[in-house]
């Protein structure tokens, strides 16, 4: 009953708040009560989850869907994960939205969307993880066109169709699965074996990319930075914070059925490799892009495609290696955790500067540490967070993460090599970014901007909430993976996860020395890159994958509109024949009938002479077909014999 | 047995009984016009139960050495539930709609006519009773396509007719040799060619009879009748040309497949092989076609067009699955898309719109119509809190079942541009807040809005609770498998 309520609460929050209308003064803050209520419920049902049995819950309907819902560790950490997120933001976001405008339609949108969230991280069966998948997309729309501009619109058509084509190719990635294992396999029954090799493959591949969309996997993240970028900015921490982890939670479950700690035996060998390059890749493109970005909040957003790439990668190392990839299926497991905390304190520090100024474009603002020092000294935290250094939660993640792929690079694969390298690569670009972020808001020199209003406290409070723990966990950075991370692993089937990380030191020197070695590399560039301009430089349209995308969208438009002009223009002339045979019957038919008045030809086509057309027509046709075709009509079979030639056999 | 008669007189018995008061005012015309089609629609329910729970009901005759009977099975029942409840849902809206129009009288006599007709055509039991109603749908339903007796309703009407009746033609043809072989035209007993196996002429006789139910179906080349069609007023565009007369096509074709060829009959034919790709064909280029109108109404028919072919894609996969995902298709589809007329009623009545680049706005005017217009453009891409994913579900698990997987990516397609077509339209109206009011009230206006909210309910509904319907999907799955 827990499970069901879980997403129930949120939406009767949103009942209540339609319900309440607009009474201004004494409302209560509905949303922080929403998700104070749901991380209380989520702790109890994490404490019942951790014994090891998951919990279940069937509703008693009849018909070819039974809504299940099930929670085990990893549902518990997710469920968690997005109450505190929501929690923390539901103490910022009244402040914020009462300078936004529309602050009711907003939290009615966040209420539900928190709604559907839980329900995606407690769904027992595929079709129920579909619903509520879909309705997160639907509710999140809101979000993205809250402001209901031109730029919010053409982002929200962007988030949503690509959002839609997802749940499309989740549902046939549904049904191929159905197919090939005779019976749709549960969440959390493991690994199935398939009778229909070939139909699962196909099957985890669409349903891959279904959730690779909403994760923001590359080439599939299009949609991500507008959209992450044009939100308010609490709806903009929601989605980098949490939403996107949805995907992640999906590709999990997926590894899942295809099997995780099984070495190469699972049904979708293809799979883990495949992961590790999509996941490089999508490091890669993330942090190149989000170098060149002048805007703050699209910096943030392209950096959560980059971190998203760390943790896909670390989920295809999991499942490369098998029993021994326990550690990238924990480090990927922490590093969601981890990257929601930092990258929700960045957005809400941006945020802070936003509302004050009205403005994110990084090269309008400078010095701000003056006017800002408590914003600057959480966001500085949130820096170092992610840029991994020592002592904070981004770093024990990503070590997790590099001992999980310089583990696999020992085993000499070349895709695995290269992912080591690069996966350094992108630790430079990560830091060299955020060091530009930082220093061309908070450092640099001071500019012209009209600073108004005051920074209200909330804002504070909010982003300290998310330094603690980030710097709780940053100090003991081995509880989390041993207290949560191992019983989810265990229960997805990793059972060696324990003693993958029983001797694991967060706290060697090489891996501090590297981590700050990387971030000094990272400064350097930060400093090269001001000082030559390189930020500045913009891509040629072709390079981008927008500018492919546009290009493949005019050329399918062209072939369109030649398919219609040809069909216009094929309808055209059969009409104009249809005329020509109409006047030419008419006329025949005027002939043959004498009579002046009440003639044939005068009568309209709708009328009688169709039907005497359609009887003639009739006549004709039946009289070929039999004659032609054979059909053994024995009395209406005409003695002429045809050509051997003539005769069409339309038969089997 | 008795239910089965009043289902189908009620009908007609209100549509004479209206013609016959010409003096009668608006009020007890609508009185009369609501208790009869309740009546139509409460023992259709009637014959439907009985039919689920396996009784027999018949009745037959003989017209001129001619056997015909009336034989309502599983698929009969189906598609005479999904008639005869939106024809109570049609009818309401249409008090609403038809409050300040001209020749109430006429429009109300045949609507009930149609009622009647349609009904036959569900529950008929042998080809030669389906081809009476079916010809006689034609004429019922014309006097409504040129309700408006201007020169384009005029056009349309003769398109109508012309299309329907060389349709007819093909029917015709194909019921001739199919008796010339078996002697036998009723279908209820297993499939009627059954016994025939394979013989030369049997693709070509499958193919007159597709394209004969295909016009109605509107398959394409043979669906510009539909969007001419569209001058009617919108209850009839609504009932009839998205649901009545087109589902009696797409019936004609279903039944032939499977209760005169049988699916293993017709497995056997090249002929099916070809089938779901000209359905295919239809459902891409019907709705990329919608996506190119302005007008909302016209937008509507050419996705109607697109939408048939789903039900038919799923028929001519010949698999259970498919037959399922068809089935389901007609329940679902049929909900969403005359919530979708609906709305576009509303929206032409209340603010005299009917292009879809002036709706900027309307939303606010509009709220609850656009809400429910909003739900069900979701539902036409088939997403899950509603009833046409799950019919999308099983037609692409029909097709990948039957190995044509690419049929399922066509789906897939179709869904996407589906997004393309309508959700702009529901975001352009809640784009712009003008400071208009809100016209949703006064009592036409709450009779109109009240079928199309409770509609877009019921496929919520549905889609949250598929084994709401799933009975009837499974009893017509189970007849023909």
């Known amino acids: 009953m827990l499970l069901v309520l879980l997403p129930i609460i949120p939406l009767l929050g949103a009942f209540a708040l339609v319900g309440t209308r607009r009474t201004r003064g004494k409302s209560i803050n509905i949303p922080f009560v929403v998700s104070s209520l749901t991380l209380f419920l989520g702790q109890r049902v994490l404490r019942d989850v951790l014994g090891g049995n998951p919990l279940t819950y069937r509703l008693p309907v009849s018909g070819p869907y039974v809504p299940t819902f099930r929670a085990d560790a990893l549902s518990a950490i997710f469920v968690l994960l997005a109450a505190f997120l929501w929690w923390v933001v539901s103490i910022y976001s009244p402040e914020y939205m009462k300078q936004e405008g529309r602050a009711r339609s907003f939290d009615i949108s966040t209420l539900l969307t928190l709604s559907a969230v839980l329900g995606v991280f407690l769904a027992g069966d595929l079709f129920t993880l579909l619903l509520f998948f879909e309705l997160m997309t639907i509710t999140s729309f809101f979000w993205v066109v809250h402001r209901r501009d031109e730029h919010a619109i053409r982002a929200g058509y962007f988030y949503l169709f690509f959002s839609i084509a997802g749940g499309l190719l989740l549902a046939l990635g549904i049904v191929l699965i159905g197919i090939a294992t005779s019976g749709l396999p549960a969440i959390g029954v493991g690994p199935v074996t398939p009778l229909k090799p070939q139909a699962f493959s196909w099957g985890v591949a669409v349903i891959v990319a279904g959730f690779g969309i909403k994760a923001g996997m590359a080439p599939l993240h299009l949609w991500l930075p507008h959209a992450h970028s044009v939100a308010p900015t ?48 999508t490091m890669l493109v993330g942090v190149l892009a989000a170098l060149l970005q002048s805007d703050a909040k699209r910096l943030l957003a392209y950096h959560s495609v980059s971190q998203m790439g760390y943790i896909i990668l670390g989920l295809g190392i999991g499942l490369s290696l098998g029993k021994a990839g326990s550690l990238g299926l924990l480090g990927s497991i922490y590093h969601i955790v981890n990257h929601a905390l930092f990258k929700a304190a960045l957005f809400l520090g941006v945020g802070v500067i936003y509302i004050r100024t009205g403005e994110t474009d990084l090269y309008n603002l400078g010095g701000l540490w003056r006017r800002f020092p408590v914003t600057a000294i959480l966001m500085f935290l949130a820096v170092l967070g992610i840029a991994g250094a020592p002592g904070l939660n981004g770093y024990a993640s990503k070590t997790l993460l590099h001992h999980a792929v310089s583990g696999a690079a020992q085993t000499g694969a070349p895709l695995m090599v290269w992912a080591e390298r690069l996966f350094l690569l992108v630790g430079v670009g990560t830091a060299a970014s955020f060091a530009k972020l930082f220093y061309l808001i908070f450092l640099g020199k001071p500019t012209e901007i009209e600073i108004s209003g005051e920074t209200s406290q909330k804002f504070h409070i909010s982003m300290a909430v998310l330094a603690v723990v980030m710097v709780g966990i940053g100090l003991r950075p081995e509880l989390f993976p041993k207290a949560l991370a191992v019983p989810a692993a265990q229960g997805l089937g990793m059972e060696t996860a324990f003693a993958g990380i029983a001797d694991l030191s967060f706290w060697n020197t090489g891996d501090v020395a590297g981590m700050i070695i990387t971030l000094g590399l990272g400064i350097l560039v930060c400093y090269a890159g001001l000082a030559t301009g390189a930020f500045h430089w ?97 009395g209406l079979r005409l003695p002429t014999s045809l050509p051997s030639w003539m005769k069409i056999s339309f038969y089997r | 047995m008795t239910d089965l008669v009043l289902a189908l007189a009620s009908g007609a018995a209100g549509g004479i009984l209206i013609a016959l008061m010409p003096r009668a005012g608006d009020r007890l015309r609508n009185i009369v016009a609501l208790i009869f089609s309740a009546a139509g629609t409460l023992f259709s329910w009637r014959v439907a139960g009985a039919v689920f729970a396996g009784r027999t009901i ?12 009336l034989h309502p099975d599983p698929l009969g029942a189906v598609f005479g539930l999904i008639v005869s409840t939106l024809w109570l849902f049609a009818g309401v809206y249409s008090f609403g709609y038809m409050a300040e129009e001209q020749k109430q009288r006429t429009y109300y006599t045949y609507f009930l006519l149609a009622f009647s007709v349609t009904l036959g055509v569900a529950f008929s039991g042998n080809l030669l009773a389906l081809y009476l109603f079916y010809e006689l749908l034609t004429f019922a339903t014309y006097p409504l396509v040129i309700h408006e007796r201007n020169s384009e309703a005029m056009k349309a009407g003769s398109k109508y007719i012309i299309y329907s009746l060389s349709g007819a033609g093909a029917i015709l043809i194909a019921i001739i040799i199919v008796y010339s072989w078996t002697g036998n035209l009723d279908f209820t007993g297993g499939p009627l060619l059954a016994d025939c196996g394979l013989r030369p002429g049997l693709g070509w006789v499958l193919a007159l009879f597709v394209a004969g139910f295909g016009v109605k179906a509107a398959i394409m080349p043979l669906h510009r009748w539909l969007p001419a069609a569209m001058c009617a007023p919108t209850p009839v565009s609504a009932l009839l040309h998205a649901v009545a007369v087109v589902y009696s096509g797409v019936y004609g074709i279903v039944r032939v497949v499977y209760s005169v060829f049988g699916h293993e009959l017709a497995g056997q034919l090249h002929l099916s092989h070809i089938l779901p790709w000209v359905a295919a064909f239809t459902i891409l280029v019907g709705v990329i076609i919608a996506t190119q109108q302005d007008v909302l109404k016209r937008r509507l028919a050419y996705h109607t067009v697109s939408q048939l072919s789903y039900i038919l894609l799923g028929a001519f996969t010949l698999h259970p699955w498919g037959l399922a995902g068809a089935i389901c298709h007609m329940i679902s589809y049929s909900t969403l898309k005359v919530t979708l007329f609906f709305g576009a009623g509303i929206i032409a009545k209340g603010t005299g719109k009917v292009r879809v680049s002036e709706m900027s706005g309307v939303g606010w005017q509009l709220p609850r119509t656009m809400a429910a217009f909003g739900i069900a453009s979701l539902g036409m891409i088939g997403m899950l809190p509603l009833n046409t994913f799950w019919s999308k579900y099983y037609l692409m698990r029909g097709s990948v079942a039957m190995g044509k997987w690419q049929l399922a990516l066509v789906l897939i397609a179709s869904g996407l541009i589906n997004a393309f077509c309508f959700i702009p339209t529901v975001v352009a109206a809640f784009a712009e807040k003008g400071e208009q009011p809100v016209l949703e009230k006064g009592s036409a206006m709450g009779l109109m809005l009240a079928p199309t909210l409770l509609l877009a309910g019921i496929a919520l509904l549905i889609g949250l609770w598929p084994g709401l319907v799933w009975p009837g999907v499974d009893a017509v799955v189970n007849w023909f498998f």
């Open chain 1, 538 to 634: 913009t891509p040629p349209g072709f390079l981008t994958l927008e500018g492919l995308g546009a290009i493949v969208c005019h050329s399918l438009a062209a072939v369109i509109r030649t398919g219609e002009e040809s069909y216009h223009l094929a309808i055209a002339s059969i009409s104009e024949i249809g005329r020509t045979i109409r006047s030419r019957l008419l006329s025949a038919c005027h002939r043959l009938d004498h009579s002046r008045d009440g003639a044939i030809g005068k009568i309209a086509l709708a009328g009688i002479s169709a039907d005497a057309a359609i009887l003639l027509v009739t006549l004709a046709i039946l009289i070929v077909c039999c004659t032609y075709f054979d059909l053994g009509l024995a």
């Open chain 2, 58 to 69: 018949r009745i037959s005759g003989e017209i001129a050495g001619l056997a015909w009977s």
């Open chain 1, 234 to 281: 609490p709806a903009s921490t929601l989605l980098s914070g949490l939403l996107i982890k949805v995907g992640a939670y999906g590709l999990i479950r997926t590894g899942e059925i295809a099997g995780w700690g099984l070495e190469f035996a699972s049904a979708a060998p293809w799979l883990g490799p495949v992961l590790t390059a999509l996941g490089t890749c």
